[in-house]
């Protein structure tokens, strides 16, 4: 984005802060905005949909969703939910002096003195060598996506109505995008500390990714309003907690309790924070059934992208492919996780449950949340019988972050 022209499309698309507040944009900004969206949205959209009039169709529905939701008594039921923020999300973070830190899970030079350092490393060393490459791969895209933090909390930054407008904000929203994002950190750092110490992988190349990743940014494919952005992260949440807990389970079974300890660790924290954005999309969804219910729908119609999806570490140009493919064969994180995560929103959120104001749009957009499911179970067995069809034929695939050593995978 231009410098001349940041301001002016920042003003239109935040609203005007002041005193800690997010003023509503007035008919003619909306106006601007809904025309900036549009032009994004084609611009991203034209080659996934095919065709200029494909991106202009798609462009128009996220101008509207946008619209729709960026109204402003929808903007208000945010405002209105700070005391519920501070009562119910923010006690869910530790303070720094009570919460893990890197250093309490990987060997300290300065605490264990250099002879007990070297005995420790050599010790995380030898039960490293113990864990296969599947899992070092896995284990490298889950640090890759953790390691984009400025990312993700810029993106959360952008909810309007719930984002810290100076930087320091005093309101329970932009409080807890700070703590949230301040326990996210050591993710990656902890992560990457393991590692280099293992000496199993090429920290180079996958410093390069982490570095590739952050400068790409990501494509959530959705509207920045909130009704959407929560929806996504709480989505998120969920699936990183589950793909650092299985990494946990599988590290654990060949031996490698450091590494087990660290992504249990992690998985945990992953689950309080989304108890938290679950939490949030439950009162939104009692504020403003329809709209909630509309975003929920948009967003599965778009399919909840992985934060990481345009990782790259400029040797394979499908590596996130090869990621995701090395994860479902390794047990990581599959496509059968991902059906999981939205029958636990459904039954969670109590979304077949839902009647009272919802118009004729809303009604329909529970049904299709709720028919998913089973369409994505079908899904599945269709993939399930081709990869039985390929079962003899693996495709080896050399991760530049293993030093090009190959992994066995099945793309189906």
């Given at each position: 984005?231009?410098?001349?022209?940041?301001?002016?499309?920042?003003?239109?698309?935040?609203?005007?802060?002041?005193?800690?507040?997010?003023?509503?944009?007035?008919?003619?900004?909306?106006?601007?905005?809904?025309?900036?969206?549009?032009?994004?949205?084609?611009?991203?959209?034209?080659?996934?949909?095919?065709?200029?009039?494909?991106?202009?169709?798609?462009?128009?529905?996220?101008?509207?969703?946008?619209?729709?939701?960026?109204?402003?008594?929808?903007?208000?039921?945010?405002?209105?939910?700070?005391?519920?923020?501070?009562?119910?999300?923010?006690?869910?973070?530790?303070?720094?002096?009570?919460?893990?830190?890197p250093s309490d899970m990987v060997p300290d030079a300065a605490a264990l003195g250099a002879d007990g350092?070297?005995?420790?490393?050599?010790?995380?060393?030898?039960?490293?060598?113990?864990?296969?490459?599947?899992?070092?791969?896995?284990?490298?895209?889950?640090?890759?996506?953790?390691?984009?933090?400025?990312?993700?909390?810029?993106?959360?930054?952008?909810?309007?109505?719930?984002?810290?407008?100076?930087?320091?904000?005093?309101?329970?929203?932009?409080?807890?995008?700070?703590?949230?994002?301040?326990?996210?950190?050591?993710?990656?750092?902890?992560?990457?500390?393991?590692?280099?110490?293992?000496?199993?992988?090429?920290?180079?190349?996958?410093?390069?990714?982490?570095?590739?990743?952050?400068?790409?940014?990501?494509?959530?494919?959705?509207?920045?309003?909130?009704?959407?952005?929560?929806?996504?992260?709480?989505?998120?949440?969920?699936?990183?907690?589950?793909?650092?807990?299985?990494?946990?389970?599988?590290?654990?079974?060949?031996?490698?309790?450091?590494?087990?300890?660290?992504?249990?660790?992690?998985?945990?924290?992953?689950?309080?924070?989304?108890?938290?954005?679950?939490?949030?999309?439950?009162?939104?969804?009692?504020?403003?059934?329809?709209?909630?219910?509309?975003?929920?729908?948009?967003?599965?119609?778009?399919?909840?992208?992985?934060?990481?999806?345009?990782?790259?570490?400029?040797?394979?140009?499908?590596?996130?492919?090869?990621?995701?493919?090395?994860?479902?064969?390794?047990?990581?994180?599959?496509?059968?996780?991902?059906?999981?995560?939205?029958?636990?929103?459904?039954?969670?959120?109590?979304?077949?449950?839902?009647?009272?104001?919802?118009?004729?749009?809303?009604?329909?957009?529970?049904?299709?949340?709720?028919?998913?499911?089973?369409?994505?179970?079908?899904?599945?067995?269709?993939?399930?019988?081709?990869?039985?069809?390929?079962?003899?034929?693996?495709?080896?695939?050399?991760?530049?972050?293993?030093?090009?050593?190959?992994?066995?995978?099945?793309?189906?």
């Amino acid at each position: 984005m231009a410098a001349a022209t940041s301001y002016t499309l920042l003003a239109s698309w935040f609203g005007y802060p002041n005193s800690n507040r997010h003023f509503l944009k007035p008919p003619a900004a909306t106006a601007t905005l809904i025309r900036f969206w549009r032009r994004r949205a084609s611009a991203s959209a034209m080659t996934a949909a095919g065709g200029v009039a494909g991106g202009r169709e798609l462009a128009v529905e996220e101008a509207e969703e946008l619209r729709r939701c960026l109204a402003p008594e929808r903007l208000e039921v945010l405002e209105e939910m700070e005391p519920w923020v501070e009562a119910h999300a923010l006690p869910l973070l530790k303070p720094a002096d009570a919460a893990w830190q890197p250093s309490d899970m990987v060997p300290d030079a300065a605490a264990l003195g250099a002879d007990g350092f070297h005995a420790a490393c050599v010790e995380l060393r030898e039960r490293a060598a113990a864990v296969p490459d599947e899992q070092l791969v896995c284990l490298v895209g889950n640090m890759v996506t953790e390691e984009a933090l400025p990312t993700y909390q810029s993106v959360v930054n952008r909810f309007e109505s719930a984002r810290d407008v100076s930087g320091a904000d005093g309101t329970a929203w932009a409080r807890w995008i700070r703590g949230w994002s301040a326990e996210e950190n050591r993710h990656g750092d902890v992560l990457s500390r393991y590692m280099y110490l293992s000496g199993r992988l090429d920290m180079r190349q996958v410093e390069r990714t982490v570095h590739r990743l952050i400068s790409s940014g990501m494509a959530m494919h959705a509207p920045s309003s909130p009704y959407h952005g929560f929806i996504y992260v709480a989505f998120q949440e969920r699936a990183t907690a589950i793909s650092h807990g299985n990494t946990a389970r599988n590290v654990l079974a060949h031996g490698d309790a450091v590494l087990a300890r660290i992504c249990g660790a992690i998985a945990a924290d992953e689950k309080r924070h989304e108890a938290a954005y679950t939490r949030v999309v439950e009162k939104l969804l009692e504020a403003e059934p329809d709209t909630t219910l509309r975003a929920l729908a948009y967003m599965m119609r778009r399919r909840i992208t992985m934060p990481a999806a345009l990782m790259d570490d400029c040797r394979d140009a499908d590596l996130f492919a090869h990621y995701a493919a090395a994860a479902q064969q390794a047990g990581v994180y599959t496509a059968s996780d991902y059906r999981g995560i939205l029958e636990h929103l459904i039954r969670r959120w109590r979304v077949d449950e839902m009647e009272a104001g919802l118009s004729g749009e809303g009604r329909r957009a529970r049904d299709y949340v709720c028919a998913l499911p089973q369409k994505i179970r079908r899904m599945e067995e269709k993939a399930q019988d081709r990869a039985a069809q390929m079962r003899k034929k693996p495709k080896s695939i050399p991760f530049s972050w293993i030093f090009d050593r190959p992994v066995d995978v099945f793309l189906t």
